[in-house]
């Protein structure tokens, strides 16, 4: 190769050098050229200027040249001379320093997409250079130059990633936050028993204007250049610092709009529930924006700029999640700790399905590249303690749902409920199962996971296979017959104790009908036996009260050697007409609220009192025809009896009983 009478490096050889570029294409040969010395300081300089006189500098055509030299390196037989450096690498040199300079005094990320190529282009180039001056016995000057283009061009290239990753970091997911009302409350209470139930909390709609909201397809191009350039290039370290605190800091500003900083772990076992209910509601909130939005965009954010480097992405984003997601288990763990009771079992099953949620949501989405099942990908530690926090808040519902048969088997009560009315009790039992079935899902893995139902079935249980959940909802309904039954015996009426005892168990079983989830954990076979024992309080009350009224109706002993005995047939009707006063009196301050029963109770009792009571009076009032005695023992037609006992059972003590007159 023809020796440049100019200095190399300067302007003069440079020029030539270019002009004659064709013509000595064929003299790079590494064993024959000479070596280009690395730019002086002082020179550094002058190279914006060197390239801005250069109009007819190709870029292409100079990267296509390295490729022509890296090839020659790469065929050469004795690599144990060190190559000499063609002058195209020191003008190579000087574009990388002129560009790299340029850029970053300007606002890197912004109008730079064809300076951003060449230099990704160049470092491939270089690394390139590099690993094959390997080969050779090198004295180190030439690596030496070229890494600290290598460091020049990456310094650049690193700063244009910060640039791209916090001019989006507060654009990111922020127009898709939606703020969420505190959730409404509906209080259920007993003299003993007291809960709210609560709507749960919304599910945050991702989005669906764009896959990653914040980053345009332009931009997340260019940061999957960065990242496979950096990576490639043994920068793995800068960039994913780089990279973890950007987003890190995007991730903690989105959780802060939830009022992320609020929650509190060592304040927990300071609080009472009251106060910890709003707390709880925002935890879940947060957590469900983390798993349902969040973290998987963020996952598919990352996916796609390391695109080519997953696998370092993958331990990237568990590490860049960990800090965050880590306070929020804190936070739950100490929540599992709190005094357990009733109330707090709804929140704890809300805060089990939403860690569930977020343990699903740490597994990275399956890639057939990785060789990893589902399994494997979701069992790392941060998904561990995930796992360990969701068992300690599974424990503490088993807990707090046992605890209600302990609650129901200590409500001890002195004085009975007005009327035999539905006591308050059941009322609670059963809005408290039927909101728990509503959970029926979680319960019945929470239960399972447990193992904590090892009770002998009840003979009811007997004849079918019953899941742990409905073992248990089975459990609480015979410990609450067992409670209503010793509350019955407060009633010094029978009549008045089937009445309540008819009142509750109607209740309970239309509670268990009106909810698909109770009455399939029941079945059929629950229900027809329900109703059979409501039928059997029926007739027991019947018996109780009507039965009695009716004997003394009955014609036996009335007549004597074939007469009539007016005397007998007197205190008979006597009799009837104040046992029938006194009953009217009584339970017309009863109480039967259900409609159904009510409407069954009068019909059954006006048609085995009515036809007997007309038979009576029909066959034997004839007696008192003439007499003035008629009106002062048949006090009553039979349709005044029917539309006294249409009266009765509604909770109103009795009014004036009219006296009627044939």
């Not at 089937?498 to 079945?523: A, C, D, H, P, W």
Request: charged share 30%; aromatic share 8%.
């Amino acid at each position: 190769m023809e020796k440049h009478s100019a200095k190399s490096g300067s302007f003069i050889g440079r020029h030539r050098w270019l002009a004659n570029l064709e013509g000595h294409r064929a003299s790079f040969s590494p064993r024959i050229h000479q070596k280009s010395p690395v730019v002086p300081e002082s020179e550094e300089d002058d190279d914006d200027d060197v390239i801005e006189s250069m109009p007819d500098v190709d870029h292409d055509q100079i990267l296509a040249d390295i490729d022509v030299f890296i090839d020659e390196l790469a065929n050469v037989d004795d690599k144990g001379s060190s190559p000499e450096l063609p002058d195209v690498i020191e003008t190579f040199a000087i574009i990388i320093k002129s560009k790299t300079k340029k850029s970053l005094a300007r606002n890197a990320g912004h109008d730079m997409v064809d300076e951003d190529m060449f230099l990704h282009e160049s470092i491939k180039r270089l690394r390139k250079l590099k690993n094959a001056l390997a080969d050779f016995n090198d004295d180190g000057s030439s690596i030496d130059m070229i890494n600290k283009l290598m460091q020049q061009a990456m310094v650049f290239i690193e700063e244009e990633l910060r640039a791209l990753l916090l001019d989006n970091s507060k654009a990111h997911l922020e127009p898709k936050l939606k703020a969420h009302p505190e959730p409404k409350l509906k209080a259920m209470s007993s003299k003993h028993f007291s809960f709210k139930q609560q709507e749960r909390c919304p599910v945050p709609e991702p989005s669906t204007d764009d896959d990653y909201p914040g980053f345009s397809d332009e931009k997340i191009s260019r940061l999957n250049i960065i990242v496979t350039t950096m990576i490639s290039s043994g920068y793995k370290n800068e960039c994913s610092n780089v990279y973890s605190m950007a987003r890190g800091n995007a991730l903690y500003e989105q959780l802060k709009r939830l009022d992320f900083e609020k929650l509190n772990a060592e304040d927990v076992q300071k609080l009472n529930w009251d106060w910890l209910e709003s707390d709880v509601c925002r935890w879940i909130r947060i957590i469900k924006h983390c798993s349902h939005f969040l973290i998987p965009t963020e996952q598919t954010l990352g996916e796609t700029i390391f695109s080519e480097d997953r696998a370092i992405f993958r331990s990237l984003f568990k590490n860049l999640v960990r800090s965050l997601i880590t306070s929020l288990l804190d936070y739950a763990g100490a929540i599992a700790m709190t005094k357990r009771s009733a109330e707090r079992l709804f929140k704890f099953l809300d805060m089990y399905e939403a860690l569930h949620g977020l343990s699903e949501s740490m597994c990275i989405s399956d890639d057939s590249d990785s060789g990893e099942t589902k399994e494997e990908q979701c069992s790392n530690d941060l998904s561990t303690e995930i796992s360990s926090v969701t068992e300690r808040i599974g424990e503490g519902a088993v807990t707090i749902f046992g605890d209600l048969e302990n609650s129901i088997r200590n409500d001890v009560a002195k004085t009975p409920v007005p009327g035999g009315a539905v006591h308050p009790l059941t009322r609670y039992v059963l809005n408290y199962v039927k909101y728990a079935c509503e959970y029926g899902d979680t319960l019945e893995q929470i239960f399972q996971q447990n193992a904590k139902l090892n009770q002998i079935p009840s003979p009811e249980e007997i004849d079918m296979e019953k899941s742990p959940l409905a073992a248990q909802i089975m459990s609480v309904m015979s410990v609450l017959d067992g409670n209503l039954s010793v509350k019955s015996t407060l009633y010094k009426d029978p009549s008045l104790r089937y009445i309540f005892l008819m009142n509750n168990g109607r209740y309970i079983l239309q509670k268990v009908k009106s909810s698909t989830e109770i009455k399939k954990l029941m079945g059929d076979n629950w229900c027809r036996r329900r109703s059979s024992e409501v039928r059997q309080y029926h007739k027991s009350y019947q018996r109780e009260t009507w039965a009695r009224l009716l004997q003394c109706i009955t014609q036996e002993g009335i007549q004597i050697n074939g007469k009539v005995n007016k005397q007998v047939l007197k205190e008979r009707f006597k009799n009837f007409n104040a046992m029938f006063d006194e009953i009217h009196k009584t339970q017309s301050s009863w109480v039967v609220s259900d409609e159904q029963l009510l409407s069954e109770l009068r019909a059954s009792v006006s048609a085995i009192v009515i036809p007997a009571y007309r038979s009576f009076v029909g066959r034997y009032k004839h007696h008192f025809e003439g007499g003035k005695s008629m009106d002062k023992y048949i006090k009553y037609q039979a349709e005044d009896i029917e539309a006294f006992i249409e009266t009765l059972f509604e909770g109103n003590p009795a009014a004036s009983m009219s006296r009627k007159r044939f």
